[in-house]
């Protein structure tokens, strides 16, 4: 395995190259092993709420958890690029105390870069976050933190107008200096669409 630090612009130049690799890990032994494997990216996720705490939500968990298993994960790689996922709430009062909190994830947790779920504010707080210098990765389609104000746990962006809408938050996402997004249960051509119009590599969890 190749042990040298993977950073933001290896995953940038990775874009039409060669596929790249995600996994979500929430503590040591996981990430260990993980990152033994050669993934390129780990996300420490806010599905923690739900597959180690046993909560019903991933509204339900917040920083103080997400930075406790960030710490964990980042103790073990040496290798992957290690993106912390902000939970419902950290992100969506404003943009000073989302900044904030993106920097609890980099200074406290030791994470790479932060990712967040699109919702009717995103572009305003990534830019700031970005102008902090913090590395954002996106997030689009199925929002699992919002997903009761887009129809539940289902496919997104089935109709032509729900397309454009994703192609849009994508377009948007990348003009202010995200470094890749997460597509999730995105039909496959709408997933390709993206992909092919973007500079920056996509993710797919349930998608194309």
Known sequence: MDTKK?????????KGKRKLTMLTAYDFPLASLVDKAGIDMILVGDSVANVVLGLDSTTKVGMSE???HAKAVTRAVKHALVIGDMPYDSYQVNPSESVKNA?????????????LEWFDKCLEVTEQIVKAQIPVMGHIGLTP???????GFKVQGKDAEA???LIDQASNLERLGCFGIVLECVPDKIAQMITQ???IPTIGIGAG
């Open 6 to 14: 993977i950073t933001v612009d290896d995953i940038r130049n990775a």
């Open 66 to 68: 997400m930075i406790h």
């Open 103 to 115: 920097e609890r994830f980099i200074k406290e947790a030791g994470c790479d870069v932060v990712k």
């Open 145 to 151: 933190q919002t997903a009761d104000k887009i129809g």
């Open 163 to 165: 397309a454009r809408r």
């Open 197 to 199: 119009k973007l500079t």
